[in-house]
């Protein structure tokens, strides 16, 4: 049995680094520590979604999550799934900015980490700045990218935020490319 340290780690590292443990051929049972009870509904939610089992345990302030896989989870193959998505804007849901420009780097580090991935991704209006220098997701788009995700870019809203000559990943596309694949996806998720 692995144990894993992810104390002071913020969401979803926790899950993530569980996860990676856990499709190790020799590891059928990890052991996380955290320190917040988010962190311990969210490993117990995850062990649920692979058919797991969990328990959890308190030792002087922190949490001992004990994951133990009992089996595959059965997961939709890329190539059944046209999966796409609308990135709107450079940040994830409304309110406060900073929050948003958090959850947005969060969402797109789960997303590159999870078993099914979308086919493309379409960024549009100030969703374009998170394919331009200076993102914070641009680690996370290249490892979706080199897992064969299709990054896409308005060039209209490259043009108009002034960021055609600072695109560092996808290529500049046009709405009628745009409108195209969402209307031959099977899902749409828009951000």
């Not at 046209?82 to 969060?106: H, P, Y």
């Not at 996370?140 to 935020?161: A, H, N, P, W």
């Amino acid at each position: 049995m692995k144990t894993i340290d992810c104390r002071g780690l913020a969401c979803p590292k926790p899950v993530i680094l569980t996860k990676k443990e856990l499709d190790a051929e020799e590891d059928t049972e990890v052991t996380t520590i955290v320190d917040n009870d988010v962190a311990v509904q969210n490993l117990k939610k995850f062990a649920e979604s692979i058919g797991g089992k969990s328990k959890m345990e308190e030792k002087e302030g922190f949490f001992y999550v004990t994951i133990t896989k009992t089996g595959d989870r059965c997961i939709i193959s890329d190539d059944d799934k046209n999966l796409v998505i609308f990135a709107g804007t450079d940040k994830l849901g409304s309110g406060d900015d900073k929050l948003g420009e958090a959850l947005m780097k969060s969402y797109m580090f789960a997303l590159c980490e999870a078993d099914t991935i979308p086919k493309t991704i379409v960024f549009v209006n100030s969703g374009v700045k998170l394919t331009t220098e200076g993102s914070a997701v641009l680690e996370s788009l290249e490892k979706l990218q080199s897992r064969g995700v299709e990054i896409m870019s308005c060039g209209t809203c490259l043009d108009f935020y002034n960021l055609k000559e600072q695109l560092k990943i996808g290529a500049i596309t046009n709405m009628y490319t745009i409108v195209e694949k969402m209307n031959n996806a099977s899902n749409t998720i828009k951000l």
